[in-house]
């Protein structure tokens, strides 16, 4: 009993799911917006297009016959024994052109939507580039900001450099300097001498 009510609450959750489909749902405002726009249509082949056509033949498309056989009628003339046999083409020219007017329209109005979409969609793809470029821009000034105050914050962390020393000199650049200093002394000690001489 088990698998019965399995097998059964399966049915039913597919049936709920194939129903809650959206090209279901879709399917079925299609056929109510066909059947409406079918009788838009006829009531334009029959109430305009009809007429004027029936004008131009001077008669109605249903009275186009080729009579293959004539009609049986009884004595009277009244009753009739056998139906005649005809061609009716004016119907099938009125059902042409009833398809070739449907086809016309419905080709017209999805030209017209699928355009609307396409224009609909490129512009939506311009607004998304030019988002995604805005937010690129934003995250970019967001990104330098955070460094500049990264820079500002671990600059005032940083502790002041100490001033260096100067490195000692060895001995050998000591003895030189003093060398150079008793030259000097030598020669203005002997510059005085001069002067004092002259």
């Keep these: 009993?088990?698998?019965?009510?399995?097998?059964?609450?399966?049915?039913?959750?597919?049936?709920?799911a194939f129903i809650s489909r959206g090209n279901i749902v879709d399917l079925a405002v299609g056929l109510v917006v066909g059947a409406a726009f079918t009788a838009?249509?006829?009531?334009?082949?029959?109430?305009?297009?009809?007429p004027l056509i029936a004008l131009l033949v001077d008669g109605d498309f249903?009275?186009?016959?080729?009579?293959?056989?004539?009609?049986?009628?009884?004595?009277?003339?009244?009753?009739?024994?056998q139906e005649a046999i005809t061609l009716?083409?004016?119907?099938?020219?009125?059902?042409?052109?009833?398809?070739?007017?449907?086809?016309?329209?419905?080709?017209?109005v999805l030209r017209i939507v699928t355009k609307a979409k396409n224009r609909l969609q490129e512009e939506s793809a311009k607004l998304k580039g030019k988002f995604a470029k805005?937010?690129?821009?934003?995250?970019?000034?967001?990104?330098?900001?955070?460094?500049?105050?990264?820079?500002?914050?671990?600059?005032?962390?940083?502790?002041a450099p100490e001033p260096q020393a100067a490195p000692a000199p060895s001995v050998e650049a000591l003895l030189a300097e003093i060398r150079d200093l008793l030259k000097e002394q030598k020669g203005e000690a002997a510059q005085l001498q001069d002067k004092k001489d002259e």
């Design 134 to 159: 805005a937010e690129e821009k934003k995250e970019e000034a967001e990104e330098t900001a955070e460094a500049e105050t990264a820079a500002v914050a671990a600059a005032e962390a940083a502790p």
């Design 88 to 108: 009716n083409y004016g119907n099938l020219i009125m059902a042409i052109l009833t398809f070739l007017i449907d086809a016309f329209v419905i080709f017209t």
């Design 62 to 81: 249903s009275e186009l016959v080729v009579v293959l056989r004539e009609a049986v009628y009884d004595t009277d003339g009244v009753t009739v024994l």
């Design 1 to 16: 009993m088990s698998k019965k009510e399995r097998k059964k609450s399966t049915f039913w959750q597919d049936f709920k």
């Design 40 to 50: 838009i249509v006829n009531s334009l082949v029959n109430d305009i297009i009809k």
